[in-house]
């Protein structure tokens, strides 16, 4: 499995999801700051969820921020500019 893929599946296992009080739902990753969304249906809140850790993963990389280790998965770059692996 790509890293990527891995990376993003390492991190959905580690979701909380709530149901509010107007019967919407809301989630997040409490290792990853800022990755939390918002659906009108647990399904939607998930899949929410998905782009916006796809997105922050992507902006992440893009400016350079570390992104935590994740089930022995590191994205960060290494000093020949390729991402790490396990």
Wanted: hydrophobic share 45%.
């Amino acid at each position: 499995m790509f890293s990527l893929t891995a990376y993003i599946e390492a991190a959905l296992a580690l979701a909380h999801y709530d149901k509010l009080e107007d019967g919407t739902f809301a989630g997040e990753i409490p290792k990853l700051p800022g990755v939390a969304a918002f659906g009108k249906t647990l399904r939607d809140c998930e899949q929410e969820l998905r782009s916006t850790l796809e997105d922050w993963i992507l902006v992440g990389l893009r400016l350079g921020h570390k992104l935590p280790k994740l089930a022995g998965i590191d994205l960060n770059q290494n000093a020949n500019g390729r991402m790490a692996s396990h």
